[in-house]
């Protein structure tokens, strides 16, 4: 019987440990993340420049389009993707253009120094995509 608690004991401990370590590692992978993409990044697209400021923490940013389009979207982190691509969904337009990719998505992807991106529309067609620098 003696036997039996410790073996139970030791399988509760080492149960214990494993799950500490795999949240422990979820939890760096997450903040490895926001602290890579986090910051200010600019691009061009056509006559357009894009701008993309991911807020400290990385759950919101703000896609900004400046020349012909003028328009500002609010996005949320909704996670990554099989691509292992940062997913944002636009949230919130102030008009024009913009509100086209109101609940369309913003796809991240770091490339060496740059991030690559790719725009989607509230019907899932993609949009555009290039790429962006940091500012």
Same mark, same amino acid.
């Given at each position: 019987m003696g036997m039996r608690i410790v073996g139970k004991k030791i399988v509760t401990v080492f149960a214990f440990l494993v799950i500490s370590i795999a949240v422990s590692s979820i939890e760096t992978a997450c903040d490895a993340k926001s602290d890579i993409i986090e910051g200010q990044w600019a691009g061009q697209q056509g006559t357009n420049k894009v701008i993309l400021t991911v807020r400290p923490g990385g759950k919101n940013a703000t896609w900004e389009y400046r020349g012909q389009r003028g328009?500002?979207? $609010?996005? *949320? $982190?909704?996670?990554? $993707?099989? $691509? +292992?691509r940062q997913i944002y969904v636009f949230k919130k337009s102030n008009g024009g253009f913009c509100d086209r990719l109101t609940n369309g998505a913003l796809y991240l992807k770091k490339q060496g120094g740059d991030l690559s991106y790719?725009?989607?529309a509230s019907d +899932?067609?993609?949009? *555009?995509?290039?790429?962006?620098?940091?500012k």
């Amino acid at each position: 019987m003696g036997m039996r608690i410790v073996g139970k004991k030791i399988v509760t401990v080492f149960a214990f440990l494993v799950i500490s370590i795999a949240v422990s590692s979820i939890e760096t992978a997450c903040d490895a993340k926001s602290d890579i993409i986090e910051g200010q990044w600019a691009g061009q697209q056509g006559t357009n420049k894009v701008i993309l400021t991911v807020r400290p923490g990385g759950k919101n940013a703000t896609w900004e389009y400046r020349g012909q389009r003028g328009c500002t979207l $609010d996005a *949320e $982190d909704s996670g990554i $993707d099989k $691509d +292992n691509r940062q997913i944002y969904v636009f949230k919130k337009s102030n008009g024009g253009f913009c509100d086209r990719l109101t609940n369309g998505a913003l796809y991240l992807k770091k490339q060496g120094g740059d991030l690559s991106y790719t725009v989607t529309a509230s019907d +899932n067609k993609q949009t *555009e995509n290039g790429t962006l620098s940091r500012k």
